[in-house]
């Protein structure tokens, strides 16, 4: 496991109990992964995560090695994704990049599967994929999350890997990567991201040892508030301090994240 802390517990609180500002943050996986990013943003990205405690900043690949030195001695561990943002790299591939990553500082890793596999009922490509690359992870002290990309599948789909994640003992099972767009009626390309549906699916079907990522579509605090409540420990998001900032303005108990006082 890693030695950054984490929320372990496979469930969030009851609803009923009020999280503090700080509870909030060590959910919150600090999404810096959009294509487009520079060295210099992804810099700034990875001050917002360190002043707001995050548990992580997912990072992409070749930003690992300075996301581990910005963010060294803060308590904010880094992931980085593997195969992503579709699935489609040969598993020796996604298994490299796991370990790589985690040789350069990675803690966590958040795989994506191979979606045409999935679609197609490889069940036992989809298995032995998800078991190397996660043993991989496992024996390197990483975690890993596996990304389903559930815009793409059906109820059955995604129960069936809940059960694969599950029998292999995956730390996470992930809704999405946020980039998943699927063609619409009109001609538009879309994603919903991470349903209430498909989140209260993946927890009736995961172990209770396999936590849930809610990725995709949390950009408010009450969306963060709404998927904690369902079940979810762990999400990712680019709206961190906004979201935070919220937070402590509805009068959210302490203890909160020392750099909110720097606004995040």
């Known amino acids: 496991m890693s030695s950054c802390p984490n929320i372990l517990t496979s469930s969030a609180p009851p609803a009923h109990v009020l999280p503090s500002v700080l509870d909030l943050a060590r959910m919150i996986d600090h999404s810096l992964l959009h294509p487009t990013m520079t060295d210099e943003q992804v810099q700034a990205g990875l001050a917002v995560a360190r002043r707001c405690a995050c548990v992580t900043a997912c990072v992409k690949p070749y930003s690992v090695p300075m996301a581990a030195g910005a963010l060294a001695g803060s308590g904010v561990g880094v992931c980085a994704v593997a195969g992503f943002p579709h699935g489609n790299s040969h598993p020796s591939l996604k298994i490299a990049e796991a370990e790589r990553a985690i040789a350069e500082g990675a803690t966590e890793i958040d795989v994506v599967v191979n979606i045409g596999k999935v679609l197609g009922g490889d069940w036992s490509y989809v298995s032995a994929e998800i078991k190397a690359v996660n043993t991989a992870c496992v ?84 969306d963060l508030l709404r998927v904690r409540a369902l079940g979810v420990t762990r999400v990712g998001a680019t709206a961190t301090a906004a979201m935070l900032a919220e937070a402590v303005k509805r009068g959210l108990p302490g203890p909160m994240p020392a750099g909110l006082s720097a606004k995040c």
């Open 139 to 222: 024996v390197r002290g990483a975690m890993l999350k596996v990304i389903f990309e559930n815009d793409y599948l059906q109820e059955a789909h995604i129960i069936r890997l809940c059960e694969i994640c599950t029998e292999h003992g995956v730390a996470f099972v992930k809704t999405s990567t946020g980039y998943g767009f699927v063609k619409q009626p009109s001609g538009d390309y879309n994603y919903r991201g991470a349903t209430d549906a498909q989140l209260a699916l993946m927890r009736k079907h995961s172990g209770p040892q396999v936590q849930i990522k809610a990725a995709g579509g949390v950009r408010t605090l009450d």
